[in-house]
């Protein structure tokens, strides 16, 4: 599984120096480390005495985590594992500094803990953090390298927590709710839908100053479940930005996410996992001889499952939305055969039709067949995003593609009943961009294949 921190993580490793080992935990397992997204928790402000409050208190956490959506379909999608680090003395320092209440809004402390963190941080009472960012890379590096998120977990009951590269909860009122929340920031990049001040109003997932319906980048979204372009403000900066809903849980703990928000949620969760766990037959487990040959997939499936398969076997459509798959002898040619299994994500939390990314994995089969039988086998994992934009356009669209078998994509343009315009190839990670301008304005199919199987199909809109 790819790393979201892998940098700071590198980087870090260098400054280890006291390599201190800390119990691990797993609170949650759905798979393999490198198969999955993996949360952990560390404790801070609990005494070695404390570890059950700890425990208890993470899974109070998780279990809250995954009754919200998009973690509740996609919980397959992550492990949880708990860092067991002691403090000498429980709970946080507030030094009852803040300027935005009258302190002391809570009882002045002073407590020694592992990774030193604080109330009233950059002088806001509910602020909790550390900038000891070099301690948290350190034991997450010691005791588990694989993590691709991490959450600190403050034994206060006192209300605060802060976002960054490592967010910050407490265990007070609201608790679960400011951790799902500083996630949201974390690890899926979403902005506050409060204004959250002019240093950290920036274009993101869920924040613009895009007004115009056609042109905004939720666009897909407008008129449904509550989506529109709401300015942040009346009146000041803040009156530039705008929101997609106006009760995100980006702006108000205890309401879900908004759907702009958990869509961008789950294109990250794509770009971290994909939905093949394993297939089969492997080439070195196959048994050439023996039909029919069962061909199967094992998938990550969301709750409820919306992932779909299309099976193509020498360019012929042989299956859709099936694990497994059995092939007679009869079914394949002599010499080479190609069957590929293409796996999405049909999600309606996607807008699929029109979103900006297809996400698909691939399994390739290459079956050398002959009178004898199977001769010979060998297979391919895939994954690949698909990036086109802009879209509608009038004159270049452009496609940006990225995969992990560094494959190359054909892309045809097509018209909408099948006649093909154009055709071009993009290599790993390139931007190609296509000349449409001659095309009369209408709707055009952008229709994508590698390894000679067909991978997606997108909606092109020529203005
Ligand atoms: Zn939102």
């Not at 425990?55 to 279990?63: E, I, N």
């Not at 391919?380 to 934009?389: A, G, L, P, Q, T």
């Amino acid at each position: 599984m790819k790393r979201i921190l892998l940098a700071s993580t590198l980087i870090l490793v260098s400054l280890i120096s006291n390599s201190q080992n800390f119990e691990v935990e797993t609170l949650k397992l759905s798979g393999e480390t490198n198969k999955r997204i993996n949360l952990v928790i560390l404790s801070e402000g609990y005494q070695s005495s404390e570890f059950d409050k700890f425990k208890t208190d993470a899974t109070s956490f998780m279990t809250d985590m995954f009754t919200q959506s998009p973690f509740k379909e996609y919980t397959n999608y992550f492990n949880v594992y708990i860092i067991k680090v002691p403090s000498n003395e429980s709970g946080s320092d507030h030094p009852g500094t803040a300027s935005d209440v009258s302190e002391p809004a809570s009882p002045i402390t002073t407590a020694d803990t592992y990774f030193n963190t604080s109330y009233d941080s950059f002088g806001t009472h509910r602020l909790l953090y550390s900038s000891d960012y070099a301690t948290i890379s350190t034991v997450l590096a010691n005791n588990f390298p694989e993590y691709d998120q991490s959450i600190v977990l403050v034994n206060s009951d006192v209300y605060g927590g802060s976002g960054g590269t490592f967010p910050f909860t407490s265990t007070g009122t609201s608790a679960n709710e400011i951790a799902i929340h500083e996630l949201g920031h974390s690890m899926f990049d979403l902005k506050d839908e409060y204004y959250p001040g002019d240093a950290l109003a920036a274009e993101a997932i869920n924040m613009t100053q895009e007004t115009n319906p056609s042109l905004v980048k939720w666009k897909n979204w407008i008129g449904t479940n509550n989506i529109g372009i709401y300015p942040y403000a009346s009146s000041g900066n803040a009156a530039n930005w705008n929101r997609p809903h106006q009760t995100c849980k980006m702006r108000y703990l205890g309401y879900d996410f908004c759907a702009v928000c958990k869509e961008g949620m789950i294109e990250k969760i794509h770009d971290l996992v994909a939905p093949i766990d394993s297939y089969n037959p492997v080439s070195n487990t196959l048994e050439p001889n023996t039909f029919p040959v069962n061909f199967g997939l094992n998938l990550i499936k969301p709750v409820p499952n919306t992932l779909e398969s299309t099976w193509t076997l020498n360019s012929n459509n042989v299956a859709n939305n099936v694990d497994e798959l059995a092939l007679e002898a009869s079914d394949f040619n002599e010499g080479e055969n190609t069957l590929t299994a293409v796996v999405f994500d049909n999600s309606p939390m996607l807008k699929i039709d029109n979103h900006n990314t297809i996400h698909a994995s691939t399994v390739t089969w290459k079956i050398n067949y002959s009178s004898l039988g199977i001769e010979d086998m060998t297979t391919k994992e895939n994954s690949f995003n698909i990036e086109m934009y802009p879209n509608p356009t009038e004159n270049t669209i452009n496609f940006t593609f990225k995969n992990r078998n560094n494959s190359t994509l054909k892309i045809e343009i097509a018209t909408i009943d099948g006649k093909i315009i154009n055709s071009t190839s993009v290599a790993n990670l390139e931007t190609k961009s296509i000349d449409i301008s001659p095309l009369q304005s209408g709707i055009y199919l952008a229709n994508f294949y590698t390894d000679n199987a067909f991978v997606g199909s997108k909606k092109i809109v020529k203005q």
